[in-house]
C-alpha cells in the first residue's frame, strides 16, 4: 500500500511514517524543510521535500510520488498543521490567513490533484488529521479552532461527494498528544502576538506558562494512539468518518451532544 504522509519532521507525522514502514507500508514522507528530508532519508525513509503553503512544490513533489507508485497512491495522511494561539481580536488577518494556509488550504489543494488518480484507480483513503477543537471551541484559540472545524466542515462535505467512488475520507481527532505541537504554538505565539498592548495581557501569563512547560499536560497520550486509529482508518473495508483519540475528545464528544451550549462554555472555560 502506498501512503503519503505531510508534516513528517516531527511529532505524529514522524512516529507514523516510521512505524507504517516497518509494518511494511511503501511510505513516502514529506516535511518542508530539505534538513528534516534529509535526516529521513538517512533513517531509510522515501523523504520528499513539500510545503503545504507552496502550490508549486506541492505540485512538484507530487509528481515525483506519484510517478515512482505508478499513480497507485492508496492513503493521503493530510497531517502537518500547527496553532496559533492568542485571542480572536489579537489575531490579525494576515495571521489568521497563514493559520489557514497551513491546515485547511495546503491540504484542500493537495487532495484535489491526488482525487483524480484516486478515482481512477477505484480505491483512495483521504485521512485528515484534526483535533478535539475541531468540534469544541476553547477560548484564546480561535484561529487554530476555527482551521480545524473548516476541516471537519470540508470532510463531512467531501464524504458525501465521494460516496460510491471508492475514495473515502476520514477525521482523525486526537485530544493532547506529545509532539512539537507546544513549542511551535509557543514560537507562533511569541512572533505574532502584541501581548503589552492586548488588554488579555494578563491571561497571557497563564498562556504562556501552559506553553513554555516541558511537563505533558494531563490526558497527554503518546504518538502511538494516534497510529492506532491511523492503522484502523487505513485498513477497515468501510473506515468511520471520525476516529476519536484521547479521553479529553470522547468526553468532550458526549458532553457536546448532552449539555447547552452555554453550559459547556462554562465547563471549557475551566479547562481551559
Ligand atoms: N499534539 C497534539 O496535542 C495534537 C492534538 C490534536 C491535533 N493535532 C494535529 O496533529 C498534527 C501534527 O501535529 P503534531 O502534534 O505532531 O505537532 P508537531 O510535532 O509540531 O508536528 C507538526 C508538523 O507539521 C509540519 N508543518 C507545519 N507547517 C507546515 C507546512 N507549511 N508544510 C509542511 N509541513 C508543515 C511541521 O513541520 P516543521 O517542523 O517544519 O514546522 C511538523 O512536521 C497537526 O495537524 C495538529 O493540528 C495535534
Not at 512505524?19 to 534529509?38: H, P
Not at 512538484?60 to 480572536?88: H, M, R
Not at 476519536?244 to 453550559?263: E, G, N
Request: hydrophobic share 35%; aromatic share 10%; proline share 3%.
Amino acid at each position: 500500500m502506498n501512503i503519503l504522509i505531510t508534516g513528517c519532521s516531527t511529532g505524529i507525522g514522524y512516529f507514523c511514517a516510521k512505524q507504517l514502514k516497518q509494518d511494511g507500508y511503501n511510505v513516502y514522507a514529506t516535511c518542508r524543510d530539505m534538513k528534516d528530508v534529509k535526516k529521513l532519508q538517512k533513517e531509510g525513509l522515501k523523504a520528499y521535500k513539500l510545503d503545504v503553503c507552496d502550490s508549486n512544490n506541492i505540485k512538484e513533489t507530487l509528481s515525483l510520488i506519484l510517478e515512482d507508485c505508478e499513480e497507485k497512491l492508496d492513503v493521503l495522511f493530510n497531517n502537518a498543521g500547527y496553532g496559533q494561539p492568542g485571542a480572536v481580536e489579537d489575531v490579525s488577518k494576515s495571521v489568521l490567513k497563514e493559520q489557514f494556509e497551513t491546515n485547511v488550504f495546503g491540504p484542500w489543494e493537495l487532495t484535489n490533484l491526488i482525487l483524480p488518480y484516486m478515482r481512477n484507480n477505484g480505491f483512495g483513503r483521504i485521512i485528515y488529521n484534526s483535533s478535539v477543537l475541531g468540534f469544541i471551541s476553547m477560548a484564546y484559540r480561535g484561529a487554530y479552532n476555527s482551521s480545524k472545524y473548516a476541516l471537519e466542515g470540508l470532510c463531512d462535505t467531501m464524504r458525501q461527494e465521494l460516496l460510491g467512488s471508492g475514495v473515502d475520507i476520514v477525521l482523525i481527532e486526537p485530544g493532547p498528544i506529545h509532539s512539537n505541537f507546544r513549542k511551535n504554538a509557543l514560537k507562533k505565539f511569541n512572533e505574532n502576538i502584541d501581548v503589552n498592548s492586548s488588554v488579555h495581557k494578563d491571561v497571557y501569563k497563564k498562556t504562556l506558562k501552559r506553553l513554555e512547560s516541558s511537563e505533558d499536560g494531563p490526558f497527554t497520550l503518546k504518538e502511538e494512539a494516534v497510529y492506532f486509529a491511523l492503522k484502523k482508518a487505513i485498513n477497515s473495508k468501510k473506515p468511520k468518518a471520525r476516529y476519536r483519540v484521547t479521553f479529553p475528545t470522547h468526553l468532550f464528544w458526549f458532553l457536546k451532544r448532552i449539555l447547552s451550549t452555554k453550559l459547556l462554555d462554562k465547563i471549557l472555560i475551566k479547562a481551559g
